[in-house]
Every structure is written in C-alpha cells, then in structure tokens.
C-alpha cells in the first residue's frame, strides 16, 4: 500500500472514530457546548502547531479575514451546532453518510452563486438519487403523515379553527436526520462563500483562526440555548472523549487532510466522505453497541451514487490522470 492510500485510509478511520467519540461524549455534554468546547482546543492546538512550524498568524486583511469569518460562521459554527443537535438521535454511520452528501451538494451550491453554469440532465438525476438516499435514511412513516395530511385538507375539514396535525409520524431520529442534512448545507455554505484566493496566510493558520471563530460562536449560541459550563459534571471518561474528538480526529485529521489536499487533488480527497461511514460503523458497534440498518446502507449506496452522477466530469478526468 503506497503512502497516499494508508493516509486516506487512516484519515477516513480518524473521522470515523469522531462521530463515535461525539456520540459518546454527548451522553455528558450539551451538542452545542460541546461544539463549542471541542473547537477551544482544537484551535489552541492548531495555533500551537502554526507557531512552532513558523506560520505567520497575524491576519492581513480582508482577503484573511473573509474566509475567516465565513469558514469560522458556517463550516465550524453552525456545521457543529446542527450535527451535534443532530447525533444525539441518529447513530454515528447514519451522520457519517448524510454527511456524503456535501459533495452533492457543493457543485449546485455554485452553481446558484453561478447562474451561467448550470447542472445537466444527467445531474438533475443524480441529486434526486442523493435525496432518495436521504429519505430512505430518515425514514419517516410517510402513510401517517400523508393522511394526516388529507385529513386536514379533506371537506369538511376548515371549520374556522386551525388544522390540528398529528406529528407523531415524524420521530426522534427523523428529527436528528433533518438536523444532520441542515449540518451538510451548512458545510456547503461555508464551502460556497470561504474564498481563500486572496487570502496571504496558510492553511493551517487560516483553518486556526477558523477554529477559534467557531468556537467563539458556538459558545454564544449555547448561552443563547441554556447550555451553560456551570452545569457540568463530567466524568472523567466524558473528558477523555472531549480531549480525543478535539485533538485526534480534530486538530490531528485537520493537519493529515491539507497534507492529502496537496497531494490527491480536491476530487480524490472528496471520496473520504465515502470512506468514513464504513468505519463509522465499524466503531460504533465496537464501542456503543450500535448496528446498522438496511435503510442506512440503501442510503449510502444512493448517495455515493449521486456523487458519481454529479461530479462525474472531474471524477472521470482525476481517474484518467492517476492511470494514464
């Protein structure tokens, strides 16, 4: 196995391992706090690691400081706060796979900031096979809500007073599915508006000044929500989850990813979001017990499928490089 394979495989496991870790550590953590803790430290580490490598941190101006604020508000912030709001009702390989979706995502993202480039038949069809993968994971008893739904519109029905619906139909991981999903937009937001083009500082410093960002606003936002650190009690075992999903999988796989960004193009290092669920999986039935649904691996399968479909133009050409 040459050296960029075992790097993506050992990239894919450590990320696996976070979404364990997170569901782990939410058992004596808050979601939104522990975001919000996790990013404290990571970003510490990463300045650390930035100053003892000699990176310039001091920011440069707005060509810095907007792909700062951007990447900090949506791909660390707001990601976090609905992936973790999410997790504590999904298992760790349904977040895993709902988060493939942000390659399926990105490219129409852009496209809508982009109204001259648009997505073709063939691509209109993959993303409603990544949204039938996202239906097939949430899975929702559509029969209940679709005769809740004619009951309410049915004659006879508008008698003046508001509709009563019955949500019973939709249930706890349905509502963590739709968190997860609203987690992969905002990725995508963050992915669409971080322009790093004009940006003078490195990766690793911007990705640190990013952390802290995030951390800043996760920690507003769980004050907002009446998650306050004075309310902790964790025990040691919830700490040693904060300390690993912050620095392994955090401040860790951070640094191996822009390692294997410079090395495997941006297309080759989309394909880890194909490789985490698995070790997801994997992990989440080692340590938490969890098993793994039909449902979750249709899903998959759905989405990776999307992904192939939409970015099969890049897809195609990074393949006819690495083999011609």
């Known amino acids: 196995m040459n050296r960029d394979a075992l790097g993506f495989l050992t990239l894919a496991a450590l990320w696996g391992t976070a979404f364990v870790a997170t569901k782990a550590a939410l058992a004596e953590f808050p ?25 310039r941190l001091r920011p440069a101006g707005w060509g810095d400081l907007a792909p700062i604020l951007a990447g900090g508000a949506f791909s660390i912030g707001l990601h976090h706060a609905l992936l973790f709001t999410g997790q504590q009702y999904v298992s760790s390989a349904v977040a895993a796979t709902l988060l493939g979706l942000i390659p399926v995502l990105t490219p129409v993202a852009t496209r809508v900031l982009r109204p001259t480039e648009r997505i073709d038949a063939v691509g209109a069809v993959g993303l409603l096979v990544g949204f039938v993968g996202l239906i097939l994971i949430a899975d929702p008893d559509l029969g209940r809500l679709l005769a809740t739904a004619g009951a309410a519109g049915a004659p006879g029905a508008s008698t003046g007073a508001p509709a ?4 019973s139909g939709i249930s ?9 999903f609203g987690s992969a937009v905002a990725w995508v937001a963050g992915a669409v508006t971080t322009r790093e083009d004009d940006a003078t500082l490195g990766p690793l410093a911007l990705q640190a000044w990013m952390a802290a960002v995030g951390a800043l606003l996760l920690h507003l936002a769980a004050a907002v929500v009446g998650q306050s650190p004075g309310a902790l009690d964790p025990s040691r075992a919830g700490l040693a989850w904060l300390a690993y999903l912050a620095v392994v999988p955090g401040a860790g796989g951070f640094l191996l990813y822009f390692r294997l960004l410079d090395r495997l193009g941006p297309i080759r290092a989309g394909l880890l979001e194909y490789a985490i669920p698995p070790f997801a999986a994997l992990f989440g039935f080692l340590v938490l017990g969890e098993t793994l649904g039909a449902n979750t691996v249709g ?3 759905c989405i990776l499928t999307a992904f192939l479909t939409v970015q099969r133009a890049p897809v195609r050409a990074a393949l006819r490089r690495r083999f011609s």
């Open 299 to 301: 899903g998959f399968v």
């Open 164 to 167: 009563v619906i019955d949500w």
């Open 31 to 55: 979601p939104v706090l522990l975001g919000a803790l996790r990013f404290d430290i990571a970003a510490a580490v990463l300045v650390a690691v930035a100053v003892v490598s000699g990176e």
């Open 172 to 180: 706890a991981a349905n509502v963590g599915a739709l968190f997860v």
